[in-house]
């Protein structure tokens, strides 16, 4: 079991567990970073609740992701604050609820899934967009406009007539890059 901690205790790198006062049950984790603060993914990193990552102050820090990101749970939203200079460069694959990308978002590495991505702007594509279950058909939605730079890919499965790769986006769509069929 826990304890509780004031905000101003939080300190870079920080995991915060909030729970169900009654249950005793976490329904929202996030990860603080701040003052400088380099954090890199090399690894993988599931989400299975709604949860953030955000800055706690001071100089500006930074997250890349250069592994894994999954989103397996939690119906709401998982958010990379605006705050924080968020990149990818690995996978991000959502699969429940949606990821809130920073505003102008661009892609260098994969994003994938069932769910949702949303950007305040655009996302810019500049890496793989790949709708579905990493094998799997399905539709990725994005709200928020598109672009897809010159080195962008839409890596899209066509199992079928009736079965293919989706990306639904809710903005305009720039496309340009390259599409691949699998």
């Known amino acids: 079991q826990g304890h509780a901690i004031s905000v101003r205790d939080l300190r870079a790198g920080d995991i915060v567990v909030f ?18 603060t ?3 993914n ?13 800055n706690n102050g001071g100089a500006a820090s930074s997250f890349v992701n250069k592994g894994l990101i999954e989103k397996t749970g939690g119906d709401g939203t998982t958010t990379f604050a605006a705050n924080i200079g968020f990149a990818n460069e690995g996978v991000i694959n959502v699969l429940s609820g949606t990821i809130a990308l920073p505003t102008n978002f661009t892609n260098n590495g994969t994003l994938a899934g069932t769910g949702t991505f949303s950007v305040s702007g655009t996302l810019t ?3 793989t967009i790949n709708p579905g279950d990493l094998g799997a058909t399905g539709t990725l939605g994005l709200t928020g406009n598109y672009v897809q730079g010159e080195s962008g890919v839409f890596a899209a499965q066509l199992a ?23």
């Open 19 to 36: 729970d169900d006062p009654d249950t005793g049950i976490p329904f929202h984790v996030a990860l603080y970073i701040g003052n400088g």
């Open 160 to 182: 079928s007539s009736v079965a293919a790769d989706l990306l639904n986006i809710t903005g305009t769509a720039t496309l340009g890059g390259i599409l691949r069929s699998e």
């Open 38 to 40: 380099a954090f890199v």
């Open 42 to 54: 090399n690894g993988r990193l599931t989400v299975t609740s709604d949860s953030g990552v955000y």
């Open 125 to 127: 594509n500049d890496g």
